[in-house]
């Protein structure tokens, strides 16, 4: 059985199919090495960021 790199991201919570298909391919071609290090930092940047926060946006119109 081949290694399903997509299938490991979405399975660690990686939002891969809102990617471009062109972004899926790279993925798609990752290692299983590669992938446990994309996982592993996921899984620390997710311990130490505020759930409640996704992003900002701001815009200043100047007249």
Known sequence: ???DALAAL????NPVDLLTTA???VLAGLTEQEV???NSVKQRLDAVSDAE???HSLIIKIA
């Open 1 to 3: 059985m081949t290694f």
């Open 10 to 13: 979405r399975q660690a919570g």
């Open 23 to 25: 972004q899926r391919d």
């Open 36 to 38: 446990a290090v994309l």
């Open 53 to 55: 926060v996704e992003g």
